[in-house]
């Protein structure tokens, strides 16, 4: 009887030393991410469902219940998240927050702006901040450094799998490494150097790989007629030959631009579950145009 007690308590024990590290990040892609370091070892639960726009999205009550569980959330420097986490750090004291983006320097968004001078000057006048950019997970080479705070943060919740942690880390900054290759060496042939999205996600992507990002949104709102009809005959200009639509937001205007130039809207989603094919399929597209 002794013996099963304590046959009992050692796979008890055990079971404790695997007892997996409750993660919980914001979108998608970094649920991407955390899996590539932490393998089978942490139990990942996304606060933005794929079809949402992390950029106005408010938590399900049920999401506040894993919250509560949680021991490390992954933040991304998202808007909303601000308003989300404040909460979260009085319903959960021991659960450790990590910016993911803290050791990356954002950019200003890459908007399509219409104003002449003046209108710019009177712009200012309002006191309204340009926002950075929130899409720092669309550039493999910016991951790398989200990854390195994923991997530290685990190995510092986690210490027996610290060697674990490092190494996988080490392997996808590899992968990250050839990702960026292959993307750069598909966008050598692209002969148009810049593309129509709705929202404009790809900001860092553009950058990385030397390439325009035409947004069809217009500091975040849908563009008015005349923005529209600005927007078609930059369109034409260009000779653009397909115009990116994103799942979470509406296809009508970019429809319309497409209509009217005679070019295909190609849906392309920037919170896709499977990160690096879609980033490279993003690349090809382009590459094609
Ligand atoms: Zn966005």
Not at 1 to 17: H, T
Not at 82 to 98: R, T
Not at 137 to 155: C, E, H, T, Y
Not at 187 to 204: D, N
């Amino acid at each position: 009887m002794r013996k099963l007690i304590l046959v009992a308590f050692a796979v008890l024990c055990a079971f404790s030393a695997f007892a997996k590290v409750n993660v919980v990040v914001t979108i998608v892609p970094q649920k991407f991410f955390v899996e590539k370091i932490a393998g089978d070892k942490a139990n990942i639960s996304v606060m933005v469902p794929a079809g949402s726009s992390p950029h106005s999205y408010e938590p399900k009550p049920k999401q506040m219940t894993e919250l509560s569980k949680a021991n490390i959330y992954f933040s991304i420097g998202e808007t909303s998240e601000h308003v989300w986490l404040d909460k979260f750090k009085s319903m959960n004291k021991k659960m450790l927050i990590a910016d993911t983006t803290a050791a990356i320097e954002k950019i200003e968004m890459a908007e399509h702006h219409h104003h002449d001078e003046e209108a710019e000057h009177d712009h200012e006048h309002e006191g309204e901040a340009h926002e950075k950019d929130p899409h720092v997970w669309l550039d493999p080479i910016l991951v790398m450094k989200q990854a390195k705070v994923i991997a530290d943060s685990l190995s510092a919740a986690d210490r027996a799998n610290a060697a674990f942690y490092t190494a996988n880390y080490n392997k996808f900054v590899k992968e990250l490494t050839e990702l960026d290759k292959t993307i750069a060496n598909t966008l050598k042939k692209a002969i148009v150097r810049k593309f129509m999205v709705f929202h404009p996600s790809w900001g860092y992507f553009a950058k990385r790989y030397k390439l325009e990002q035409i947004s069809v949104e217009i500091e975040g709102k849908a563009p008015k007629a005349q923005e529209l009809t600005e927007l078609i005959k930059t369109a034409k200009a260009q000779k653009l030959k397909v115009i990116f639509a994103q799942p979470q937001f509406s296809m009508k205007d970019v429809k319309t631009i497409a209509d009217e130039t005679g070019a295909k809207v190609v849906v392309i989603n920037p919170l896709a579950e499977n990160w690096a094919e879609s980033l490279l399929n993003t690349a090809k597209t382009i590459a094609g145009n």
